[in-house]
């Protein structure tokens, strides 16, 4: 078998938006790294999902690592470029009664004791603030720093930066097997000091023992309606629909677009690899959406798709060293959440990597807390 001309202290398996921000980190670091693809750089979920970069709170865990991210996102977000599409647009949490009002109120709470500027929005503040969302709603939660990208051109962003500082990109090239030290693509076997599992969905492909299983999603995008949609959308019942294990579910969630599309979700299935259209999902997804913005039924829906979110059980991500491979280290399982927690998992596993102590506690995210035998 032979060998590359050039060694590098880390190889970065995957260059979706995930694995683009773990190869800048490591690079920053000084270190030489080599990021392989199977198809393209930003393309797989990176390329299906939303763009949102959104504070979540259903767990103290994902709390801390979506809001550490969302502060690393905001500093560069100078940086990024016009075609990254940043918007810092922010984020309503629409609640449709009152009981869903007491739970704004307990979100707002948590937000601001953890340091997240979140106002509470009357019926009428809501109506005013989105006007083609449905009367008789009771309000919401806007959630101001909340933004959102294009994610593909987020990823290429990241890997420019990556590359900036020496890293190198080879795309088409498929990773067959991880070894101690080394991984296989074909018949070339590459040595590095690190490597890094970083291959979303595909990650339990590489490392059988992952945990992960692919999340369908179906995703519709309108023509370009200006204004129609001013900030990221998302009904209180979103938590539920994304963070239950169930066979299907769909919930309310539309993102304007800098190019004044409506980006409208979501919807959610465990059904394998099978990447057809599910019409009878996608049409209860859209008339979810109806459901909150009536005027939907008079825009034109110009492309649906799907796509696979990577998948755990406990519904965080995997960080941090896989101690049964030497040299091996985990980036993925982050379901819905990987465009948003990207650039915080690239600074855990960094930390980690260099020795250092992270900015948050990355216990929760060992990926050896739910090895499963193979």
């Known amino acids: 078998m032979s060998s590359p001309a050039r060694r590098f202290d880390a190889i970065v398996i995957g260059a979706g938006i995930v694995g683009a921000a773990?190869?800048?980190?490591?690079?920053?670091?000084?270190?030489?790294?080599?990021?392989?693809?199977?198809?393209?750089a930003g393309g797989g979920t990176t390329a299906a999902g939303m763009g949102h970069l959104v504070v979540m709170d259903d767990s103290p865990e994902q709390l801390a690592l979506t809001a550490l991210s969302c502060e690393l996102w905001r500093g560069i977000a100078?940086?990024?470029?016009?075609?990254?599409?940043?918007?810092a647009c922010g984020t309503i949490w629409v609640?449709?009664?009152d009981a869903q009002m007491d739970a704004?109120?307990?979100?707002q709470r948590v937000y601001r004791d953890h340091g997240i500027d979140a106002e509470i929005l009357s019926a009428q503040e809501l109506a005013k603030r989105e006007p083609n969302l449905r009367a008789g709603l009771s309000g919401g939660l806007l959630v101001a720093n909340d933004a959102v990208v294009y994610p593909p051109r987020a990823a290429l962003s990241l890997l420019a930066d990556a590359m900036a500082n020496g890293a190198v990109l080879r795309e088409n090239c498929r990773v067959d097997e991880i070894l101690d030290g080394a991984l296989r693509c074909g018949t070339e076997v590459i040595d590095?000091?690190?490597?890094?599992?970083?291959?979303g969905a595909e990650a339990a492909?590489?490392?059988?023992?992952?945990?992960?299983?692919?999340?369908?999603?179906?995703?519709?995008?309108?023509?370009?309606?200006?204004?129609?949609?001013r900030h990221q959308l998302v009904e209180l019942g979103y938590l539920t629909s994304a963070h239950v294990m169930t066979t299907e579910s769909v919930a309310f969630n539309v993102q304007p677009r800098a190019t004044s599309q409506v980006l409208i979700g979501s919807s959610r299935e465990l059904v394998g690899w099978d990447g057809s259209t599910n019409r009878r999902v996608l049409r209860q997804m859209l008339d979810r959406a109806l459901h909150f913005m009536p005027a939907l039924a008079d825009v034109s829906i110009v492309r649906t798709w799907t796509g696979f979110r990577p998948a755990t059980s406990d519904k965080l991500p995997l960080i941090g060293p896989w101690?049964?491979?030497r040299g091996l280290w985990i980036a993925a399982g982050h379901e819905g959440?990987?465009?948003?927690?990207?650039?915080?998992?690239?600074?855990?596993l960094a930390d980690l990597v260099a020795g250092r102590t992270p900015p948050i506690d990355a216990t929760p995210f060992s990926p050896m807390r739910l090895a499963v035998a193979s």
Request: aromatic share 4%; hydrophobic share 45%.
């Open 192 to 199: 590095a000091t690190v490597i890094v599992n970083a291959a």
């Open 205 to 229: 492909r590489l490392t059988p023992e992952l945990p992960i299983v692919p999340r369908k999603g179906h995703l519709a995008i309108t023509d370009r309606y200006p204004s129609f949609c």
């Open 22 to 40: 773990c190869a800048r980190a490591l690079a920053s670091d000084g270190l030489s790294v080599l990021i392989l693809d199977a198809g393209f």
């Open 78 to 87: 100078s940086t990024l470029g016009a075609a990254v599409e940043f918007d």
């Open 323 to 325: 101690t049964s491979t």
């Open 95 to 97: 609640a449709e009664d």
């Open 104 to 107: 704004v109120v307990a979100k």
């Open 337 to 348: 959440l990987g465009i948003t927690s990207s650039i915080g998992t690239a600074r855990l």
